[in-house]
């Protein structure tokens, strides 16, 4: 899930090209538990935080209904590393949230404000346009890491449904749009019980 501009040219090394994306991770680590996925957390990488828990996702989890089948082929969730351009990706087996910037409120696109605004909304974020063009969104911890696990989460969660209800289950072939779409559509379920249990 990419909001920001972000580099297409890949890095060379030794004067080889690299991939630009993420191609898989290492085999062993999230061992294969069946309905019961790993959950693991990086470090943040410089100039950002973490501002989900183990124990936050523990808990965000047990409250999706349908549980057993979207947890299906799914090894681990990664509360991950920052990615220049990236709020969350999915590989086969792994979906994953970034850290945030250390600096909460920022200055978003309008694109993205308007794209996001019932989510902002619900979780109570205060947006102002500025003379650019741009907003204000001025998050907090709180509302922050709400939009990690109600949106974010979900939406990566979505790119893993995709896959998994193709024939092959070896492509997200409905992209972008499917994961949004199923994101805002499972949010419709879990407001009232997410707010019961992580509170406001």
Known sequence: MRYRSRKTTPKVRAG???????P???PDIFPWIPGNPTIRRE???AGHRHLLRVQDVERFLSLLPDWDELSSGLRGVLIAEAEEGTMGWHVPG??????WEREIEGYWTTGFVDDHRDVLERLGVPCEQTHQGDYHVRWTETSARGFQLMHILLHELGHHHDRMTTRSQEDSSRGEDYAEQYALRYAERLWERYFEVFGW
Not at 16 to 22: A, D, E, Y
């Open 16 to 22: 080889k090209i690299q991939r630009k994306n993420r």
């Open 24 to 26: 898989d991770l290492s």
């Open 43 to 45: 470090r943040p990488g």
């Open 94 to 99: 792994t979906v994953s949230v970034c850290a």
